[in-house]
Antibody, heavy 119, light 105 residues
Framework: EVQLVESGGSLVQPGGSLRLSCAAS????????MNWVRQAPGKGLEWVSY????????YYADSVKGRFTISRDNAKNSLYLQMNSLRAEDTAVYFC????????????WGQGTLVTVSS | YELTQPLSVSVALGQTARITCGGN??????VHWYQQKPGQAPVLVIY???NRPSGIPERFSGSNSRNTATLTISRAQAGDEADYYC?????????FGGGTKLTVL
C-alpha cells in the first residue's frame, strides 16, 4: 500500500524556520518525482515546489522562492522542505504528493501537516 | 497560466453535475481533476482529460476541448459532495484551478 506521511508541522513565529519531512513507502520512491502543495485555511490548493527523481531539476512557486528549499534522500525514501523566513501567509496544511516520472498529475498524496506562523 | 473554475455548483441527488475549468487553449493540455472532502487529502479522480484511476466510479468522466475542460459526475450521490480542483502542467510547472464546491441537494 502506498503511503506518504508528512511530519514536522508546528506553530512558529514570523521569521522563524521549520523543516517538513515526508516519509514514503509502498512504492519505488526513486522512480517518482515529488511535490509539496499547501492549502491555507479555507482556501484552495497552491503548488509550492517540485523535485525530480534524481534531484537534478527543482522548481519553486514565486511566493516561496529564496525562502524554501526542497530536497530528497532516495536511500531513506524521504522528501523534505526547509522553510526559512516564515511569514503569516505561509500558514497552511502542507501536503507531499508524488508524480510518476513522465506524468503530469499527482497520483498519491499524504494527509498533510499543519504549519502555523504566528506570534 | 491561469485556470478558472466556478466557485460552486449544485446538483440534485441522482442528477448530473458538470464542473468546468477554463484556460487559454486548455484543449491542447492534459487536464487532471482532484476531489477533496473536508479534512482529507485530495484524491485524483480523472487524469489526462478522460482517464479514471483504479477505484474511481464510472460515474466520473472528463472532457477537454478548446478553452474549457469539464468534469462530469453522473447520478450524483451525497458522497460526491466535495471540493473539486482541475490541474495542468505548465511552465510553473503545476497549476491548480481555484476549486469548485459541489453541493448535492
Amino acid at each position: 500500500e502506498v503511503q506518504l506521511v508528512e511530519s514536522g508541522g508546528s506553530l512558529v513565529q514570523p521569521g522563524g524556520s521549520l523543516r517538513l519531512s515526508c516519509a514514503a513507502s509502498g512504492f519505488t520512491f526513486s522512480s517518482y518525482e515529488m511535490n509539496w502543495v499547501r492549502q491555507a485555511p479555507g482556501k484552495g490548493l497552491e503548488w509550492v515546489s517540485y523535485i525530480s527523481s534524481s534531484s537534478s531539476i527543482i522548481y519553486y512557486a514565486d511566493s516561496v522562492k529564496g525562502r524554501f528549499t526542497i530536497s530528497r534522500d532516495n536511500a531513506k525514501n524521504s522528501l523534505y522542505l526547509q522553510m526559512n523566513s516564515l511569514r503569516a501567509e505561509d500558514t497552511a496544511v502542507y501536503f507531499c504528493a508524488s508524480l510518476i516520472v513522465g506524468a503530469t498529475y499527482l497520483d498519491y498524496w499524504g494527509q498533510g501537516t499543519l504549519v502555523t506562523v504566528s506570534s | 497560466y491561469e485556470l478558472t473554475q466556478p466557485l460552486s455548483v449544485s446538483v440534485a441527488l441522482g442528477q448530473t453535475a458538470r464542473i468546468t475549468c477554463g484556460g487559454n487553449n486548455i484543449g491542447s493540455k492534459n487536464v487532471h481533476w482532484y476531489q477533496q472532502k473536508p479534512g482529507q487529502a485530495p484524491v485524483l479522480v480523472i487524469y489526462r482529460d478522460i482517464n479514471r484511476p483504479s477505484g474511481i466510479p464510472e460515474r466520473f468522466s472528463g472532457s477537454n476541448s478548446r478553452n474549457t475542460a469539464t468534469l462530469t459526475i453522473s447520478r450524483a450521490q451525497a458522497g460526491d459532495e466535495a471540493d473539486y480542483y482541475c490541474q495542468v502542467w505548465d511552465s510553473s510547472p503545476v497549476v491548480f484551478g481555484g476549486g469548485t464546491k459541489l453541493t448535492v441537494l
